[in-house]
């Protein structure tokens, strides 16, 4: 079955590590996104892709970068990891930007 | 600002009662979409039902419907006949615009309520 996945699932990392997120899907959807989930923000976004090549930055951009080579596939990357990004980081895909966006099952990053 | 706001932190409903979760919006484009997910305990982030702003019926999705109020900027969940599972966080979104008036897909969520359905 197609399907969106992520990993790690869990991270646990030091201050000033670079991390990479990474997120996986097999729907063929040319739309990805990464949101980042904080108790009373809700889930903001954090960058997203149209397509092959194609990058965006969203609400909450700053420390982290992707990259898309492929439809598949969007790495997020927290360059030099502050505990400030301590979150629960969703990975979305969708077909067309009029479509409804899937959600991956997350990953739980800590910052010590 | 685009901006979604859900009032109501957290909810309790008797099982088998009808419950509904608030949801105000606020944008000024024309053409907008709004979203609810569940997330339960578990963590991942289920689609439940969607309201294009053009829809002319409000949204059904089994025991979801959405209550849609344009002029009163509301979109409002609701759950027929709740169930211990229905139990999670549920999250109102919105669809916006880019700032040239193109479609984009970037959602803005609100903070979430948490229902809890009691046997």
């Known amino acids: 079955d197609a399907e969106i996945t992520q990993s790690p699932r869990h991270k646990i990392t030091e201050t000033g590590r670079q991390v990479t997120l990474a997120c996986h899907q097999t729907w063929n959807h040319n739309n990805m996104f990464w949101y980042r989930q904080d108790l009373g923000h809700g889930l903001r976004l954090i960058h997203y892709?149209?397509?092959?090549?194609?990058?965006n930055k969203g609400e909450v951009s700053d420390g982290y970068s992707v990259s898309r080579s492929n439809t598949e596939d969007l790495p997020l990357t927290l360059e030099s990891a502050a505990s400030s990004q301590t979150s629960v980081y969703f990975c979305a895909s969708s077909y067309s930007r009029a479509d409804t966006q899937y959600f991956g099952p997350g990953t739980r990053l800590t910052v010590l | 600002a685009q901006k979604i706001t859900q009032t109501q932190p957290g909810m309790f409903v008797q099982e088998k009662e009808a419950v509904t979760l608030d949801c105000t919006y606020d944008t000024s484009d024309p053409s907008y979409g709004l979203f609810w997910y569940k997330q339960p305990s578990s963590g991942e982030m289920i689609f439940l039902i969607y309201?294009?702003?053009?829809?002319?019926q409000n949204a059904t999705e089994g025991r979801y419907s959405l209550n849609f109020q344009k002029a009163r900027k509301s979109a409002n969940l609701v759950i027929s006949a709740s169930q211990l599972g229905d139990s999670a966080m549920y999250f109102c979104a919105m669809r916006v615009l880019s700032d040239y008036g193109g479609a984009t897909n970037k959602l803005i969520f609100g903070t979430g309520t948490l229902l809890a359905v009691q046997p």
């Open positions: 309201q294009g702003s053009y829809d002319q």
């Open positions: 892709s149209y397509g092959v090549q194609d990058t």
